[in-house]
């Protein structure tokens, strides 16, 4: 009962913080995002992957009729969960068009080739949708393939947060596991421990992922197991120096008297009176992984195409900054920036409602 007064006390002092409960929001509506994104998205295609080439690298707001025909390629029916992760097939091949007139059964479109180049071609209506024309405004406008820039960030939300969740349950892991034992235990076990973090923490971030990267090779889930082997340092310092301190309360000497286990008395005892710091570090080295991932992405060793990641957003259109088209670039950076903000201000509300401090050994 006190444990859940403590902690329902400990949330009030949290959301009163007006910047950690603006960033719990943005975190919450990421999540909202992450899970719906197929469904939310203009483009629920897998990957919001629908390349429209003769529309690339509009700006913010632009429309267009799209002319829908049938793909050759038939895909089956999907279902609810294989579209809320994969999305879904289109149905339909989608064909820019400036005017179109129907007669008979057929209809006579002039096809965008290239503003304001057309061409007059003419599809039969049963090859077609049931509504053939239709009229599609992209909010954030296109990349240079063609794809829906709005779709692609809601997509892509789920590999920043799906990178800052396993960098983080890795870190914590190894983190909490040896700064425990180094702290726990003292002397060779700490000294060699210390050895291994100093070796660690002396070697640049990014060129331990690279180096971990080439050792695990590009993908999807190796870039989320390469940022989270370069972020556990922190996490095991800062356990290390709390566990020091609580290992000479008398609670804990209680625990050797009535003759308790190490094993039993660190993850019992000690380790729940730690939650507040780690929480806190946890917070930060979601942050700091949401931008390594990022900065992966963009060097090209991070997530590969087609899949989003707003990372890669950035590399495939950065050249479009000088140009009349910067948002292109613009919108994933400002996603990066605020998810971040929002994980950070979160971070400094935890510290201040569990009044942690910041100690570091």
Known sequence: MTTTLNTLSTFKRLLRNKGAAFGLILILLSLLLAVAGYFLAPDSSP???????????????????????????????????SRLIRGVEDKWQYIPVQSYQVQKDSIIYQRIVDDPITERKAVLLRYTAPEPVKKVKFYLGTDKFGRDILSRL??????????????????????????????????????????????????????????????????????????????????????RGQVMAIRELEYVEATRVLGYSNMRTII????????????????SNFASAIVIEAGLSFLGVGVQPPQPSWGLMIKENYNFIITNNPMLALAPGIAIMLLVLAFNLLGNGLRDALNVRDERA
């Open 47 to 81: 990957n919001a992957n629908r390349m429209i080439p003769e529309i690339g690298s509009k700006k913010p707001g632009y429309e267009v009729q799209l002319l829908r025909i049938n793909r050759e390629k038939i895909t089956g029916a999907s279902s609810f969960f």
């Open 154 to 239: 809601i997509i892509g939300v789920r590999v920043s947060l799906a990178v800052g969740i396993i960098a983080v349950i890795i870190s914590l892991t190894i983190g909490i596991t040896l700064g425990a034992m180094a702290g726990y235990f003292k002397g060779r076990t700490d000294g060699i421990i210390m050895w291994f973090l100093n070796v660690i923490w002396s070697i640049p971030t990014l060129l331990l992922v690279f180096a971990i990267t080439l050792v695990l090779g590009k993908g999807f889930w190796q870039v989320f197991i390469a940022v989270g082997l370069t972020m556990w340092v922190n996490v095991a310092r800062l356990v």
């Open 268 to 283: 019992k005892h000690i380790l729940p009176n730690i939650l507040g710091p780690v929480m806190v570090i946890a917070a």
